[in-house]
């Protein structure tokens, strides 16, 4: 039987996202970041997010945008701030805003440790530091290593370079950064794309995402990203 995930509009494949959830967002600032599904939260009412995406502050259409609309209640992230915007550091300093500061290198673990069923790791980073406080700690080979938990969302909201329309994805260059691991580590994952083609166009070699973990598809402007 056909298996057609591609939804019309990016309102439609948004569907579901309610006051609360916790959503992933890929992207390292603008690149593989998914700007349409983006605006599409803006301008739905969903608010009281939990927001999880590397440096959430960054980009044109960004995530901050969500932030200066008061629809994140809480971010988990390596980087919130953005060059030449105040958005968030206004919120956070109003406590307007949660934050959970993650090493760059632990957020992508959890989340990969989230898609792999991964129950927790222990990682040397944060350890003596404020973001260690509250964690176990044990000691291995010798060097104090702190236990993460995996990071898991009821959505991921990733943009990939093609798609067919059984949700296989191909990522173009540095777009691809965190969307295969975020596609893997959500309940339902959306992928906002710059083109669909005909099943069995995609090189089985080159899908990164195969379409068992994606299960909306929405076409975006082409384009290269």
């Known amino acids: 039987m056909a298996v057609d995930k591609v939804v019309p509009s990016a309102e439609a494949a948004i569907a579901g996202i309610g006051d609360g959830a916790t959503v992933m967002i890929s992207g390292f600032g603008p690149p593989g970041q998914p700007d349409l599904l983006i605006q599409a939260l803006l301008e739905s009412d969903v608010t009281d997010l939990t927001v999880i995406n590397n440096n959430a502050g960054a980009g044109g259409k960004a995530i901050s945008e969500l932030f200066a609309a008061k629809r994140v209640r809480k971010v988990i992230c390596s980087f919130p701030k953005a060059i030449g915007s105040t958005v968030f550091d206004e919120l956070y300093l109003a406590g307007e805003i949660e934050l959970e500061l993650v090493p760059q290198g632990t957020l992508a673990e959890r989340i990969r440790a989230a898609g792999a069923g991964v129950a927790g790791f222990y990682t040397p980073t944060g350890y003596g530091t404020e973001l260690a406080e509250g964690k176990e700690v044990r000691v291995l080979d010798g060097r104090p290593c702190v236990f993460e938990r995996p990071l898991v969302a009821d959505f991921a909201l990733v943009r990939a370079y093609r798609a067919d329309a059984h949700g296989n994805l191909v990522y ?42 994606v299960d909306r598809v929405v076409l975006a402007a082409e384009g290269d990203r």
């Open 172 to 213: 173009r260059k540095t777009g691809r950064n965190f969307g295969p691991l975020m596609a893997a580590a959500a309940e339902v994952t959306i992928a906002e794309v710059g083109g669909i083609v005909p099943v069995g166009a995609l090189d089985p070699e080159v899908i990164v995402t195969p379409g068992i973990y």
